[in-house]
C-alpha cells in the first residue's frame, strides 16, 4: 500500500516530499479534516476526503475530525447572509454525533478522534488573538481568488473574514496536525494552517486536497443543494440516485468513489456494480441485494424498448416538463401535471417530483409517462 | 464661550452639526483622548487636545483620559519594531499617574475620569473580537494614507494591525465618549470609532482634532524626539527652551499654546511674554518671575550687540557647528569642539551641547562663542 494509496485522487499534496517525512517519522500520523454539522446528511461527497482519512487509518494513523461548534455558534462568517444555521451547543453536539456514525460506513472510529474547536477558540482572549493575526499579513489573504475578485470588485469584505482562515489555521496548531484533508477549494486554508503552525513553532502540516465528486446535475454534490446520496440513506434511495447519474460522471464517480477504473461495457451494467457498491458499504450485501431487486422490480419492470421516438428539448435550462410532456405525448400540460403528481412520470427510470428539472439531466435520457410511453429526449 | 470656544484651533469637527446636537443635549458630555503612557514626559504638543479637554471642563462636561494599557502590555502593534517598550502592569500605573500630574498643569483633575483600556479588552472573547471585526471593511481600513502607501508598495501589513484601529474604536464603545480628541493624523481612527460605535448602538462620537505644535527643530513636538518642552519641567528649563523657538514659530504658539495671536513689536518680547505664560500655567507667577529672571542674569548676560556681522551657514542640513566656528571666528575646529563641550557656545542665547545641529535653528539666530565673540548667522 504506501502513499499511493493515501494520496489516490489527490489534487496537492503539498509541499513536495512532507509526507514522506511526516511518513519516516514512525508514529501514528495525525490527519484533520474539519466537518459541516449544520447540514442534516452526510454525503457521499463528503466521503471522498473521509476514504483518504480511512487509507491513512488503515495503516496505524488517527483521524481528527474537527467540528467547528465555535464558528457555527457564531453564525455566518461574512454576514452577509442569514442562509447558514445558528445552531445551539446541543444541536451541534447531536448533528456531530449524526456526522460521525454516517461516516463511519467509511472510517474507523476507534482510529478517530473527534474535536470540537470552542475547546480552544473559546479560551483565546485578544492578546492570544493578535499574536495569531500577527502570523499572517493582510496580502496573503486577499491574495486568494475568492477576496481577490471581491475586493478588486469593490465589493466590501469584512475584517472578521479575515479571522476565519486564521481559526481554522489555529484549530491545526490546537490539535497538532500533521497532514489537514480538504477539497481543492480549501487549498489556501490548509496552507495558511502551515504559516500559523510555523509560527507557533509547530512542524507544519501536509496540505492534501481532493477532487469534489461531481453529482447528476453537474454540479458538486452538496447537502444544501439537494443533489446527493447519503452516506446512510435507505438502501433502495441509495441504488436509484446511483442509477441516475449519467454515463459521462461513470468514470469520475468509479475513480472517486471506487478507486477503481470503471469497466469495459454496457455502462448500464457499469453503473449497476457502482450503486451495488454504494450500498454494501453502506448497508452490507444483503441490503444490497435487496435494493437492486427493488430497484429491478419496481423502477425498471416495464423496461423501455431498445428503439423509441427522439424527442428534441425545448430551449432553456431549467426545462418545464409539463411542456415537454405535452408536446411528446400529446396531453395537456395539466394532464402531464396531474401525472408528475402521481410519481407517474420517470426520467432515466427515476420518479421526478418536481416540474423544472436541469437540462444536463434530462439531454440524453429515457422520459416516460405512464406504463407505456416513452421518447428519448435530445438536446 | 460655547462652541467657539470648544473648537478652537481644531482642524476637523466632523460630522457637521453632531456637535451642535450633542451639546443641545443637556448633560455632561464626555471627552475622550487616549494617551501614551510609554514616554517618561507630557509636552507642551500633548497639551494641546488636553487644552481643548480643559475647555470643554470648563463648561461642565467630562474629560476621559484612555491609557492602552493592554496594547501596551501586549506591545509593539506592527511587530516590526522592537523600539515600543512592554511595560508591566505597574510601570503602566505610574506612568498613567504621572501623565495625569502633569496634565493637570491643564486640565481639572476633579472632572476627569482615567480609564484603562485593559479594564474591557482583557474580558473580549474570541466571539466578540468576531462580532468586533464585522463592523468594519479591510477595504476601509487599507484606504487610510498610512496602510494605502504600504499595500501599494507591497510591503507587509500584519492582519493584526487591522485589529488595533478597531481596539481604540472599541475603546469609545466601552466609556460612551460623546467626543474623541487627537491629532490630524488621527482622523481616521476617530471616524472608525463613529462607525462601530453606530454598529453597537450608540450615537457615535463627535470626532475633533488638532493641529500638531511645531518645535524648534521644525518637526513635531514629541517625546520620543527630545525636542519638547515638558508641561511639568523645571520652570527655568521651560523659560529657556520657550525663547529658543524660532520667530517663525511665534504665530502658531501663540495660537495654539496661548490661544490669542501674537502682539505687534518686537519678537523678542512676544517670546518672553509666551515663555512667561508656559512657566506660570506650571508653576505659577512667582516661578515664572524668578525664571525670568534668571534667564536673564544667566543666559542673556553679556547681552549681543545690537550690530554684528552676518555670517553665511555652509550648504546642507544639518549644520556642522565646529566648521561654522571655525570660518566665522577663526578657531581651529578643536579649538571650536573644545568650547561647545565647556557650553561656551550659544545660538539664539541657549548653550549647545550637540555638533551638528539642524539648519532650521541657526538660520536667523546669533551665534555667539565665549563671551565676546558673535556673528548673526544668515542662510
Not at 140 to 164: C, H, M, T
Amino acid at each position: 500500500m504506501g502513499i499511493a494509496e493515501l494520496t489516490r485522487n489527490a489534487v496537492h499534496v503539498l509541499p513536495d516530499g512532507a509526507l514522506e517525512k511526516k511518513l519516516a517519522l514512525g508514529r501514528p500520523l495525525r490527519v484533520k479534516l474539519g466537518i459541516d454539522v449544520t447540514a442534516p446528511d452526510v454525503t457521499l461527497g463528503n466521503g471522498i476526503p473521509l476514504q483518504r482519512m480511512a487509507a491513512f487509518q488503515r495503516e496505524g494513523h488517527i483521524g481528527v475530525l474537527i467540528v467547528g461548534d465555535y464558528t457555527t455558534r457564531i453564525g455566518d462568517p461574512s454576514g452577509r447572509s442569514a442562509a447558514r444555521p445558528i445552531l445551539s451547543a446541543e444541536e451541534i453536539e447531536r448533528n456531530a454525533k449524526r456526522f460521525v456514525d454516517q461516516a463511519s460506513t467509511i472510517i474507523d472510529p476507534e482510529r478517530t478522534e473527534v474535536r470540537f474547536n470552542g475547546e480552544w477558540l473559546a479560551g483565546l482572549d485578544f492578546a492570544e488573538i493578535l499574536r495569531l493575526t500577527r502570523t499572517t499579513t493582510v496580502a496573503q489573504i486577499l491574495e486568494r481568488d475568492d477576496f481577490a475578485n471581491r475586493y478588486a470588485a469593490g465589493a466590501p469584505i469584512s475584517v472578521s473574514e479575515l479571522l476565519y482562515p486564521l481559526m481554522q489555521a489555529y484549530d491545526s496548531v490546537a490539535v497538532e496536525a500533521d497532514v489537514e484533508l480538504g477539497g481543492t477549494d480549501q487549498l489556501y486554508n490548509l496552507l495558511a494552517g502551515r504559516d500559523v503552525m510555523d509560527a507557533y513553532g509547530l512542524d507544519p502540516q501536509v496540505a492534501l486536497t481532493v477532487e469534489y465528486l461531481v453529482s447528476w446535475d453537474g454540479a458538486g454534490m452538496s447537502a444544501s443543494r439537494g443533489n446527493y446520496i447519503g452516506l446512510e440513506e435507505a438502501p433502495e434511495e441509495q441504488f436509484g440516485k446511483a442509477m441516475r447519474i449519467p454515463d459521462s460522471l461513470l468514470e469520475q464517480w468509479y475513480r472517486l468513489v471506487m478507486e477503481e477504473p470503471p469497466p469495459e461495457g454496457d455502462p448500464l451494467d457499469a453503473k449497476l456494480a457502482l450503486a451495488r457498491f454504494v450500498v454494501t458499504r453502506a448497508h452490507g450485501a444483503a441490503a444490497a441485494r435487496a435494493a437492486e431487486e427493488h430497484f429491478t422490480r419496481v423502477v425498471r419492470e416495464g423496461r423501455a424498448p431498445d428503439e423509441m421516438r427522439e424527442h428534441a428539448l425545448p430551449a432553456g435550462d431549467p426545462v418545464h416538463l409539463p411542456v415537454v410532456l405535452a408536446d411528446a405525448f400529446g396531453l395537456s400540460t395539466s394532464e402531464a401535471r396531474r401525472l408528475i403528481a402521481q410519481g407517474g412520470v420517470k426520467v432515466a427510470d427515476v420518479p421526478v417530483s418536481g416540474l423544472d428539472l436541469p437540462r444536463v439531466s434530462l439531454a440524453g435520457a429515457v422520459l416516460r409517462a405512464g406504463k407505456r410511453r416513452f421518447v428519448r429526449l435530445t438536446d
